[in-house]
C-alpha cells in the first residue's frame, strides 16, 4: 500500500543509467531527475496548522539539450502524438532476439500508455552476420514496405510472426515473405523489385553506418527523450514506471493547493468507474488537510481516467496516481492525521496511502474489511456509503508480483458534493 519514496527516487533517476545485462545486446562490430524539496507552513483560515512539501520534477526534457543523435524527423517512422510527454526512439534489428522481446515490450506500453508515448523506431541491420543472416533482408524488407507506406505493417508482420521466419535460410525467409505481403495490402511485384534494389541496399547501409559513426557498438539502443540510455530496462514494468512518471510530471502542481473547504461543511464524493458509482462521506471536521487535498484534486480532475493500480480483495483498493505506477503523486505531500480518533474498523474506510511520515499526496485506497494493523499510520478521512458491491466487483491487480497482470479498472471522474 505504500509508496516508497526510495523507488519513485530511483525511477526518475534511472533515466541517466537503467540497468539491463549486457547479454541481451548484440556486438554490432560482429556485423559488420532528483526531486527538490521545500518545506512551506500556510496559515490555514482555521485552526489548522499546515505543513506541505511541494516536488518540482526534474525529468528528463522534452527535448535534449545536446545530443549527437538526430533529433526526430520527416524520415522518421513514428506511432503516437506529436506532443506526448515521452519520446522514444529505438535502434534494433528485426532478427534478434532482445529486439524481437523489446517490440514486444513497446507494443504493450503504446497499449497502456497511447497519450503520454511517441514511439519512433529506427532500423539497424547487423550487416553480413553469419549468427543473423536474415537480418539486412528483413530491414530492406521494412524499406520496401515504406515506399508504400506500409512500414509499420510489416513491422508488425515482423515481430507477429517473428517464430516462423527467424530461424529460416535467407532464400527461405525471401520466400515466406513473398507468401505474407498480400496480406499488407501492397504492390507485391512492386515490393519484390523494391527489396533486393540497390537503393534498399543502400539505405540500410547506410542504417548500420550511421549508427557506427555515433560510436554505438550495440543494439538494442534507446533514446528517451533524446538522451540515450547507457544500459537501459527492457522489461515492461521498469520501462512502464519510468515513462508514467516522466507523463506525470507534466501534470503536477507547483504549489500545495489553498485551505478552501469548510469544515462545518459535509462533502459527499461520488467515483464513477467502470465497474459503477462508490459515493464516499468525507471528514472535513476530522481530517481536514486530506479532505481538503482531496476535494481540491477532485475539482481540478485529477483522478478523471486513473487506474484502481492495486486490488488486494479482502485488504484494499488503491487509486489516485495518474501514472499507474504506484509512485505518482501530486507534486506536493501534506502531513499526516493519522490521529484523529478514526480507524480502519470496518469495510468501506478510506484512507490516504503514504510513502513514510507527513508523505500524503493524491493517492487512497478502500478497506474491504476491518484493518486494525493500519490505525494510527494511514490518515482515515471518509467511508463508503453506497457502493461496496462496485468496490467487490473490481479486478484484482498486484502490481507488484507480475509483469503480467491485468488492465486495471478506471476511475473514470470523482465529483463532489458540498452542503
Not at 406 to 412: E, R, T
Request: charge should be negative.
Amino acid at each position: 500500500m505504500t509508496i516508497d519514496k526510495k523507488i519513485f527516487l530511483t525511477i526518475v533517476l534511472s533515466f541517466f543509467a537503467a540497468a539491463c545485462s549486457s547479454s541481451d545486446q548484440v556486438e554490432l562490430a560482429q556485423a559488420t531527475a532528483q526531486p527538490t524539496t521545500s518545506v512551506l507552513s500556510t496559515a490555514l483560515p482555521t485552526p489548522v496548522e499546515v505543513g506541505c512539501s511541494t516536488i518540482q520534477m526534474e525529468a528528463t526534457p522534452a527535448v535534449a539539450q545536446s545530443s549527437d543523435f538526430p533529433a526526430v524527423n520527416e524520415s522518421d517512422h513514428i506511432l503516437g502524438a506529436q506532443d506526448a510527454a515521452v519520446t522514444v526512439i529505438e535502434y534494433c534489428d528485426f532478427q534478434t532476439q532482445a529486439c524481437h522481446d523489446l517490440a514486444l515490450t513497446m507494443q504493450k506500453i503504446m497499449q497502456r500508455q497511447p497519450e503520454d508515448v511517441r514511439f519512433v523506431f529506427r532500423p539497424i541491420p547487423l550487416l553480413k552476420s553469419t549468427v543473423y543472416p536474415n537480418s539486412q533482408l528483413a530491414a530492406q524488407a521494412a524499406y520496401a514496405a515504406g515506399q508504400q507506406d506500409k512500414f509499420w505493417q510489416m513491422y508488425e508482420l515482423l515481430h507477429l510472426k517473428y517464430a516462423q521466419w527467424a530461424g529460416l535460410p535467407p532464400a527461405g525467409f525471401e520466400s515466406w515473405l513473398m507468401k505474407e505481403v498480400p496480406e499488407l495490402g501492397v504492390d507485391a511485384e512492386k515490393f519484390r523489385l523494391d527489396l533486393k534494389s540497390s537503393e534498399a541496399e543502400s539505405t540500410v547501409r547506410a542504417w548500420n553506418e550511421a549508427l557506427i559513426q555515433l560510436g554505438v557498438t550495440s543494439v538494442p539502443l534507446m533514446l528517451i527523450n533524446g538522451i540515450p540510455q547507457q544500459t537501459y530496462v527492457s522489461d515492461f514494468s521498469s520501462l512502464n514506471r519510468m515513462i508514467g512518471v516522466i507523463a506525470l510530471g507534466q501534470k503536477q502542481f507547483g504549489t500545495c493547493p489553498a485551505f478552501d473547504i469548510d469544515i462545518t461543511h459535509s462533502y459527499i464524493a461520488t467515483l464513477k468507474t467502470q465497474k459503477g458509482e462508490i459515493v464516499i462521506r468525507l471528514f472535513p471536521e476530522k481530517a481536514p488537510l486530506a479532505v481538503n487535498s482531496f476535494v481540491f484534486l477532485a475539482r481540478q480532475g485529477w483522478y478523471d481516467g486513473v487506474t484502481f493500480h492495486r486490488v488486494l480483495p479482502g485488504f484494499i483498493a488503491q487509486t489516485g496516481d495518474p501514472s499507474g505506477t504506484g509512485a505518482g503523486n501530486p507534486g506536493y505531500f501534506y502531513k499526516d492525521e493519522a490521529d484523529n480518533g478514526l480507524k480502519f474498523d470496518k469495510p468501506g474506510v478510506v484512507g490516504m496511502a503514504n510513502s513514510g511520515l507527513d508523505s500524503n499526496g493524491s493517492q487512497f485506497f478502500i478497506t474491504y474489511a476491518s484493518q486494525p494493523t493500519l490505525d494510527g499510520v494511514y490518515t482515515v478521512f471518509g467511508q463508503v456509503i453506497k457502493g461496496m458491491d462496485v468496490l467487490e466487483q473490481l479486478t484484482a491487480r498486484d502490481p507488484q508480483q507480475t509483469d503480467d497482470i491485468p488492465m486495471g479498472d478506471v476511475l473514470i471522474s470523482v465529483s463532489i458534493e458540498e452542503k
